[in-house]
């Protein structure tokens, strides 16, 4: 029999045993003596043909209620009469399966497949329009890949701008905080509509993905928020009914797996949307409207990022020659040292004196997440301004890096990357810099 990708079918192994499920599209990886079927409880299993007695193709009959319209789920690449919501793929676990012979999860979905997983009751109120930019696991990222997100944005945007409601951009969770950053210093320049980031911490084709909920969380957000600026939409809880939408500097991954592991930090969520299960509804509420400033005195800022910036956790016992050797051959540090931004000044104090004498930025955060950086409350933070080195307030540390990656391109004098860097751009520092509890 000539099996058809997700067509139904009742397979009848020869040990006795009766399976139905979809027949699943293979990735590279997978051989061709197996079948990929998903279940009806959602699992996925890979059967050998060898094992297989029959196979009877299963008609399924859909109620009428129940039934997709198909002209609200179609896939529109143009439509100038209703709103559209683009899609723009990147990879990561969002756009992933499962590799059945390693059991491992590989960058392999298409923008297309994801969308197909959309449930029947969910009726779109726009046209979407997908496109593939890149395939990558967000880990392997470079600053350059973040040139290159922003420039295909842009090109997109221009392609696709008339009745564009807004951009969404599928991503690998792991480095997603540092793309949203990049983007936020660039896009709300050039775009005034939203461009929310959207990960997964379970592949598509899982029955526990949040993929598909987090990118429905997203639609509802664009079609309820006429602004712009760059934001990040994932759970808020382990469950399918609370979503949060980030800001783009100041939110951060803060668990490996869970499923609300996308933490606001030293701010309120830009948004909160809530998911009704019985009336099958969306609740946006804004909470933060005014949470990006935006400062023209940048908007002309050029998409180029440094690879001469390096961070660096403190941590007891780091010698003077480790932090020499790290910063060797680059021109900025951000430095993420404990407290309100300490480090052992019996020990690093001469070196850092002696790389900001050789004209190399030192910028100080701090690695306890939340709160921020002093320079005044202790002797030693004194010590350490005097040495030269520039604290960022309550900055997360991997946004003082995008920042300054974006910075050391921009400005040519050390004035003019200091100026930037503690300036509140698109809201990353807070006004009242920390707040005691």
């Avoid at 793929?89 to 960058?107: F, L």
Wanted: charged share 30%; hydrophobic share 35%.
């Amino acid at each position: 029999m000539d099996l058809k990708i997700k067509k139904k079918y009742r397979f009848r192994l020869k040990e006795g045993l009766s399976l139905e499920g979809r027949v699943m599209e293979k990735t590279k990886y997978n051989d061709n003596n197996s079948i990929i079927i998903k279940l009806n409880n959602g699992y996925n299993i890979a059967i050998n043909k060898e094992d297989i007695e029959e196979i009877k193709e299963i008609v399924e009959k859909i109620k009428k209620e129940e039934q997709i319209d198909e002209k609200d789920n179609k896939v529109e690449y143009i439509n100038e009469l209703k709103s559209k919501v683009l899609i723009l793929s990147t990879g990561g676990t969002i756009a992933s399966k499962v590799e059945y012979e390693t059991g491992a999860v590989v960058a392999a979905s298409s923008p297309e497949e994801i969308i197909e997983n959309f449930p029947f009751w969910y009726k779109l109120k726009n046209k979407l329009i997908y496109e593939t930019i890149l395939n990558e696991m967000s880990e392997n990222f470079i600053p350059q890949d973040w040139e290159f997100i922003a420039k295909k944005t842009l090109e997109k945007y221009e392609k696709h701008k008339n009745n564009l409601r807004g951009i969404i951009i599928t991503h690998g969770t792991d480095t997603m905080h540092y793309t949203s950053s990049a983007l936020s210093f660039i896009i709300p320049y050039k775009i005034n509509i939203p461009v929310v980031l959207v990960g997964s911490q379970r592949s598509s084709d899982r029955p526990s993905s949040d993929a598909i909920t987090n990118l429905m969380a997203a639609i509802e957000f664009i079609n309820s928020y006429s602004g712009k600026g760059v934001f990040v939409c994932m759970h808020s809880s382990i469950s399918d009914d609370e979503f949060d939408i980030h800001s783009g500097t100041r939110v951060r991954k803060m668990h490996s797996s869970r499923r609300d592991a996308f933490k606001s930090i030293n701010a309120l969520p830009f948004a909160k949307i809530l998911f009704d299960m019985n009336k099958k509804e969306f609740n946006v509420k804004i909470l933060n409207r005014n949470n990006i400033p935006l400062n023209n005195k940048y908007d002309d800022i050029s998409i180029k990022f440094s690879n001469d910036v390096v961070l660096v956790k403190y941590f007891p016992g780091m010698s003077r020659e480790y932090l020499e050797r790290v910063c060797e051959n680059k021109k900025a540090v951000v430095l993420e040292g404990t407290g309100l931004g300490h480090v052992n000044i019996k020990e690093l104090l001469e070196p850092i004196k002696k790389l900001t004498s050789e004209g190399k930025l030192v910028f100080m955060t701090t690695q306890t997440i939340y709160g921020g950086v002093h320079e005044y409350v202790y002797k030693n933070l004194r010590l350490l301004k005097d040495a030269g080195v520039v604290f960022l307030k309550d900055m997360i540390s991997e946004v003082a890096y995008v920042k300054l990656c974006l910075a050391l391109e921009n400005f040519g004098k050390k004035e003019e990357i200091v100026e930037y860097v503690l300036k509140n751009v698109v809201g990353e520092i807070s006004e009242d810099n920390i707040i005691y509890h």
